[in-house]
């Protein structure tokens, strides 16, 4: 959807939020075509209970 908007010219940028925080390696998703990860569920993503979220997720081989 993305990619359409800015051919069409509806758009200038986009941006991507939660899919970025469970997927640090997004452009390589896109660009490789690779599933995403589930975002977290928990607000422990967002710092509090050690290191969950996002640096454990899980990454491309």
Do not use: C, Q
Request: proline residues 8%; glycine residues 12%; charged residues 30%.
């Amino acid at each position: 959807m993305a990619e359409e908007a800015i051919r069409r010219g509806s758009a200038d940028m986009v941006s991507f939020g939660r899919k970025m925080i469970t997927n640090p390696d997004l452009p390589r998703r896109f660009r490789e075509n690779k599933p995403l990860n589930r975002p977290f569920e928990d607000a422990s993503l967002y710092g509090g209970n050690g290191a969950h979220g996002y640096v454990d997720y899980p990454e491309l081989g």
